[in-house]
């Protein structure tokens, strides 16, 4: 076992570290050809090994190659819609807050007091003007400035003239919002988000222009539910990117959307991969239906595109309705899926007149949802056989889902 021992010597402690110790580095948790594998044309390719599934240690390694140095959905606008709103998130150990301020922008900052290192907020709340530290009071505005130190210079001396308050302000993370989603780069290192996310735009500009995407409203009735999952995250992802499983996972969804009326999304550069289908037909009920984006191509009136945005976002596009479904890792084995509703204007989002058609399409949904459950979660435990050698692939039918796996892959080595 490694062991941090000390000694006394004239006088003062001298802390050392067992020999033995080491930064933990990939290749002592994996095989570093197993991933370089994942590379391979799809014929001959192997996926992620099982350590990507099954190893703690990989997953902190994970955390800070695949979510923290990239572009990582950590919620929607639409859970804070109000100035002062604030909510708390744990992305894998590290405590971040989001807030809106009173200009309506939303701001990410870790979610810490520079005082002495308390969890500032536990739970989500709306805040009257500050952020107050329950521990000593020192409070920030919605900014994440320092404006207030109580009894910083001794009792009733709430200012110090050792004391900057202007190098103790919350420290920020690097955020963006697109189509409602809260993005960060915790590292500060990915690319630009315009450029992230342009691809992407580009390819649905023939459904939806920059102006569209401004129209799409939150549910509030039957806008949001989530599963806890006993599963790793990418098994979500890797499932959502091929329409392979819809006979044998989805017979009665594959009754009305067979998998011959399905195509495969692919990106290059490889930032997101997904399927389409060319037979979605509009939920109705009597004679009303959804509201529908005025500038979708009237010749792919029933395509509907479902794309896996890496890493951790799903998004289903239609004529009529938006969702993101979006994942929070947990643990190794365990997943949150938040999925959000959206509507193309407020009428289709909160009218009552359509409030049963909503009910309908989000139970929809989330039968869908629950089927596809079962088959991740039973890989989850596929993944524990020591003679599964990552899987191999349908050079035809798992290409969406190789392109995730060489996506992972890429951010690792």
């Known amino acids: 076992m490694n062991e941090i021992c000390c000694s006394k010597i004239g006088g003062m402690i001298i802390f050392f570290v067992d020999q033995n110790y080491k930064k933990t580095i990939l290749s002592d948790i994996l095989d570093i050809k197993k991933i370089k594998a994942v ?16 190893n703690k240690e990989y997953l902190a390694y994970e955390k800070d190659k695949v979510f923290g140095d990239n572009w990582t959905a950590i919620g929607v606008g639409s859970s804070i819609p109000n100035p002062g709103d604030a909510k708390p998130y744990n992305l894998l150990g590290t405590p971040l807050v989001l807030i809106r301020d009173k200009n309506m922008e939303i701001r990410v900052f870790h979610n810490v007091c520079s005082h002495r ?17 329950p521990y000593h009071s020192w409070s920030y505005d919605f900014n994440g400035n320092l404006i207030a130190t109580p009894h910083i210079g001794g009792l009733n001396k709430h200012q110090s003239e050792k004391f900057d308050k202007g190098r103790s302000n919350l420290k920020q993370i690097k955020s963006k919002i697109w189509m409602d989603i809260i993005f960060v780069n915790i590292n500060s290192n990915a690319i ?42 990418k098994f979500a992802i890797e499932n959502y990117c ?34 389409g289908s060319k037979k979605y037909e509009q939920p109705i009920k009597g004679n009303k239906k959804f509201d529908t984006f005025p500038n979708w191509d009237k010749n792919m009136l029933k ?29 190794i084995n365990k997943t949150k899926e938040h999925m959000q509703m959206y ?71």
Request: hydrophobic residues 35%; negative net charge.
């Open 117 to 133: 290192g308390f969890k500032l907020l536990e739970k989500s709340c709306t805040l009257k003007n500050v952020l107050r530290c």
């Open 303 to 331: 395509n509907s595109e479902y794309i896996a945005l890496f890493p951790n976002v799903m998004i289903g596009l239609h004529i009529d309705h938006f969702y993101v479904f979006w994942l929070e890792p947990l643990a």
């Open 39 to 54: 590379d391979k044309p799809i014929e001959v390719a192997n996926g992620l090994p099982n350590e990507c599934y099954t």
């Open 242 to 275: 091929e329409s392979y499983h819809l006979p044998t996972i989805h017979p009665e969804l594959n009754k009305v959307s067979n998998i011959n009326d399905h195509y495969h999304i692919q990106s290059l550069p490889n930032r997101f991969a997904g399927q």
């Open 192 to 233: 630009n988000f315009e450029e992230y996310i342009k691809p992407l735009e580009q390819r649905w500009s023939k459904f939806i222009t920059k102006k569209d995407q401004e129209l799409i409203v939150h549910s509030d009735d039957y806008g949001y539910f989530n599963l806890d999952v006993k599963c790793n995250w």
């Open 343 to 413: 509507y193309i204007g407020n009428d289709s989002a909160n009218g009552d007149e359509l409030k049963e058609l909503r009910k309908k399409n989000s139970r929809f949904w989330k039968g869908v949802m629950l089927e596809d459950i079962s088959a991740i979660e039973r890989m989850q435990e596929g993944r524990n056989s020591p003679v599964y050698n990552g899987g191999n692939f349908s050079p035809v039918m798992d290409q969406p889902t190789h392109q995730f796996h060489k996506w992972v892959a890429s951010n690792l080595i």
